[in-house]
């Protein structure tokens, strides 16, 4: 197995990012989540609704997808028509292994569907699509901290943790977050670490050297069995001049056909 295949885009509309200036971005995004993948050489797609965008019914959308081998789609358990879209898009693109939960920090709380829905939209998801199919659940690193042993429950209803840093400035607590996430219950977890090309936390750019420090680190990790994956985020940023995507392009470039010896959780 080559490293692209353990590799995902985080796949968003186009402009998504942009959306009302609040994160400090310039420039105008056109780069579809297809055209992303292509472009990174990406094996893997997380579909990620935001602002309720993609629209169902889906169809259309995972047509576009097909080629690829792995993709993952959202759902919003407090919305259960996101559940049964999901549910039935699956059943004709076998490419969709999975949904995935989203999972939010503002001033320091944690905010995430009520845990009985998360259970609820499990038990469904499994019922229909099959044990096979992953629960994702996706984290930032200041919930965990947050939370900590309150977060087991979440972690127990994942299949794939899927975890990113908020900025660069946390970039050399990746090893403690891995720490905490094995802590409160996710040691047996398959996890998969997201990537910023931007700095979303102090809405400034991420320097090319601390997104190649990260991508080194997942690299490092997966090799090991320490994570499952990693996710490059995104084709929102992929197509406005910013000098940390052109450094995943190349990095991807140098890394993305190495062999995995490795197989992780």
């Not at 503002?106 to 992953?134: T, V, W």
């Not at 809405?203 to 069995?225: Q, V």
């Amino acid at each position: 197995m080559k490293l692209r295949e353990k590799t995902w885009l985080w796949g968003l509309n186009p402009g998504a990012d942009h959306y009302g200036d609040e994160n400090g971005l310039v420039g105008y995004n056109r780069m579809t989540p297809f055209e992303g993948a292509y472009y990174f050489g990406t094996k893997n797609l997380i579909r990620a609704e935001r602002f309720g965008f993609p629209k169902a019914p889906l169809d259309g959308e995972a047509e576009r997808f097909d080629s690829l081998d792995k993709t993952v789609w959202t759902v919003d358990p407090t919305r259960p028509e996101t559940i049964d879209e999901v549910i039935r898009i699956a059943k004709y693109h076998k490419n969709i292994k999975g949904a995935i939960i989203h999972t939010d920090v503002e001033m320091y709380e944690f905010l995430a569907p009520d845990i009985d829905l998360i259970a609820e939209a499990r038990r469904k998801l499994k019922e229909a699509l099959g044990n096979d199919f992953e629960i994702w659940i996706q984290f930032y690193g200041i919930a965990v901290e947050v939370r900590k042993a309150s977060i087991t429950p979440y972690f127990e209803l994942a299949d794939v943790i899927c975890f990113f840093n908020r900025g660069a400035l946390e970039i050399h607590e990746l090893d403690n977050h891995l720490a905490s996430i094995y802590q409160y219950g996710g040691k047996d977890k398959k996890i998969v670490w997201g990537a910023y090309f931007w700095d979303f936390k102090r809405k400034t750019i991420m320097s090319p050297a601390s997104l190649r420090c990260c991508l080194d680190k997942y690299r490092e990790w997966i090799k090991a069995g320490s994570i499952d994956g990693m996710v490059l985020y995104s084709n929102t940023l992929a197509d406005i001049n910013l000098a940390a995507s052109y450094e995943a392009k190349k990095w991807m470039e140098e890394h993305g056909d190495e062999e995995i010896e490795v197989e992780t959780k």
